[in-house]
């Protein structure tokens, strides 16, 4: 039977947030061991794919502009890393439609190239298992593990080595997305100076907010949200501590940076109060935009044509 080569392929790739992330001291190899809870958010890229007669990349939406469209893309490299074990060459248009802010703390790049090896596996019919796109995310980058597998998930490790956690029901979100993206390295040697000049306070253990997730009870789970990289990306860019006030006072259960930040993730009670606190914290002028978004929803997925 002769099989059909699809025009291109479109997939969806969800940002995230860390729920809890507990930092380990500095590795040898320059990374940090982490014990991450993340959630998978609604907020997503979607990235396209289509045979082209060489590598290009395009990227679009407000915030193109500060997204790198050369080898330094982070789906270049997917490209080529799926191309040389299919034992082809990666002449492919990749369109990447930006929604997920960029150096926000949301896994954008590491998204995209999730989605880069997801949406390549369905253009060129390679069959490629769970295992086999595993091996390839954890040489691209800590986070694109999660984001292949979306939903709810513990990661341990470099923050790679995942799985699953039970989460009941939906939960909402609103981000506040800032002017200037923070560098993930840059916050996490902001930590170690932190630390070595006097030890913020750790997050502790995850077992509570683990609970609290499985019992889909955003009341208990908003004060056990915690983010080890928060006081290092509040020390790098103070206007934070305003937002995540802000948050608050808008009506928001709790606020947490986001990862390595600068985006601060409120969670909410339910879609009317998301709807709510996201107009308050608009008009607070606090940060440069500001989204809603649920969660955990799965994570890279083919989008069916006939659906969207
Ligand atoms: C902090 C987190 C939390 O989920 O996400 P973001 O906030 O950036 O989205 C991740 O750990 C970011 O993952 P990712 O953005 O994939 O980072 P990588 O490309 O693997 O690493 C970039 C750099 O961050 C630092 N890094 C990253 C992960 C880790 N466990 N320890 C580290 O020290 C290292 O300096 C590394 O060179
Ligand atoms: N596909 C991509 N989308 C966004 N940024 C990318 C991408 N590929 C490479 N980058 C670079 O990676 C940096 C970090 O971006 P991003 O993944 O959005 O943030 P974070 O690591 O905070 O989650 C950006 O400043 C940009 O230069």
């Given at each position: 039977m002769l099989s059909v080569v699809p025009a291109s392929v479109t997939v969806r790739a969800p940002s995230k947030v860390n729920l809890h992330l507990a930092v380990g001291d500095l590795r040898p190899d320059g990374?940090?061991?982490?014990r991450t809870v993340f959630q998978a958010l609604s907020l997503h890229d979607q990235v396209t794919v289509a045979p082209a007669d060489t590598l290009r990349v395009e990227v679009r939406g407000p915030d193109a502009a500060s997204v790198p469209t050369d080898s330094s893309n982070l789906v270049w490299r997917a490209a080529e890393m799926v191309a040389e074990r299919a034992g082809r060459t990666p002449d492919v248009e990749i369109t990447i439609d930006k929604g997920?802010?960029?150096a926000g703390g949301m896994a954008g790049g590491s998204a995209d190239a999730a989605a880069t090896l997801v949406a390549l596996d369905a253009l060129w019919g390679l069959g490629a298992g769970r295992s086999d796109l595993?091996?390839?995310?954890?040489?691209?980058?800590?986070?694109?593990?999660?984001?292949l597998h979306g939903n709810t998930a513990l990661g341990t490790g470099r923050g790679e080595q995942l799985v699953p956690v039970l989460s009941r029901g939906t939960f909402h979100w609103v981000l506040a997305i800032a002017k200037d993206g923070l560098s993930?390295?840059?916050?996490?040697?902001?930590?170690?100076?932190?630390?070595?000049?006097?030890?913020p306070q750790r997050v502790g253990d995850a077992d509570e907010l683990l609970h609290a997730l499985g019992a889909g009870d955003p009341h208990a789970l908003a004060p056990l949200l915690?983010?080890?990289l928060q006081s290092a990306a509040l020390s790098l860019n103070p206007a934070l501590r305003r937002t995540l006030r802000a948050g608050v006072e808008a009506g928001a259960l709790a606020g947490i940076v986001s990862g390595s930040g600068p985006t601060c993730a409120f969670?909410?009670?339910d879609q009317r109060a998301a709807v709510e606190v996201s107009a308050e914290l608009s008009g607070a002028g606090v940060c440069r935009t500001v989204r809603i978004a649920s969660g955990p929803v799965p994570g890279t997925r083919v989008v069916d044509p006939a659906r969207s």
């Open positions: 990374y940090h061991d982490l997920i802010p960029v595993d091996e390839i995310a954890a040489q691209l980058g800590s986070d694109v593990n999660f984001c993930t390295p840059v916050v996490f040697r902001e930590l170690d100076r932190l630390r070595a000049s006097g030890d915690g983010n080890d969670l909410v009670d």
